[in-house]
């Protein structure tokens, strides 16, 4: 079955650094999707990506699709301790429904 | 305008009890899927609910069964649960019937299987 993978599993940084986080699938996906889940809290859609190469930005996240269609990076620039959090990639192939990455945990210390 | 609920939000069992979860989708939408998060882990797809009928299902046994009903809410039932059955329910709805948009997740009901 299709596979999601994502790495780093976890990453603390200091405020104001910058954060990555990759995702690989082990099959083509027709779009990926990203979420963010706050500790106790529930995943929160971030964006959905569908074409091949394409780059989106929502002020200091950027994210990237692949030219293949089968990885995926969230890069964030200057993390602020608001960013803290797991961060979950879910793919899609076809019609199915998405699957989810195992996430990267973000920790942010002042 | 509501998000979607969830009801419980946390319930004890004891394993080979029975549990039923409930959620009620984000007003306007007709899709709900089911997602089973374990602790650390992601979320693990259960099944997808679209017009009263289960239209996807994960790889997951048959004491995991649902529902929906005719105004778009859904119910997840359990039996014979396990230890491993303790996790962080999640409710997600969506508008389309072609599974091409953004899911919205409720709080989730957490469940703890002693």
């Known amino acids: 079955g299709q596979q999601v993978m994502q790495i780093p599993q976890y990453q603390h940084v200091q405020e104001g650094e910058d954060f990555t986080t990759y995702c690989n699938s082990s099959t083509t996906l027709s779009n990926i999707q990203w979420y963010k889940q706050r500790p106790g809290g529930h995943p929160v859609f971030l964006i959905q990506l569908v074409k091949s190469g394409e780059v989106k930005k929502q002020k200091r996240l950027t994210f990237q699709f692949g030219e293949a269609k089968k990885n995926s990076s969230l890069h964030i620039t200057a993390t602020q301790t608001t960013d803290v959090g797991t961060y979950f990639c879910a793919g899609r192939r076809g019609y199915s429904t998405l699957t989810f990455g195992k996430g990267t945990m973000l920790l942010v210390s002042p | 305008d509501a998000g979607v609920t969830q009801s419980p939000t946390h319930l004890i069992k004891t394993r080979g009890q029975q549990v039923t979860l409930r959620c009620s989708p984000k007003?306007?939408?007709?899709?709900v899927s089911w997602y089973q998060q374990a602790l650390g882990q992601g979320p693990q797809f259960i099944f997808q609910?679209?017009?009263?009928?289960?239209?996807q299902r994960g790889n997951f046994p048959d004491r995991f069964s649902g529902h929906q009903f005719p105004n778009y809410s859904s119910e997840l039932n359990v039996n014979a649960l396990l230890l491993g059955d303790s996790a962080l329910y999640l409710c997600?709805?969506?508008?389309?019937?072609?599974?091409?948009?953004?899911?919205?997740f409720g709080e989730g009901s957490r469940l703890t299987v002693l």
């Open positions: 609910y679209y017009e009263e009928e289960e239209r």
């Open positions: 007003s306007g939408h007709d899709t």
């Open positions: 997600a709805s969506s508008l389309e019937s072609r599974n091409t948009g953004e899911l919205f």
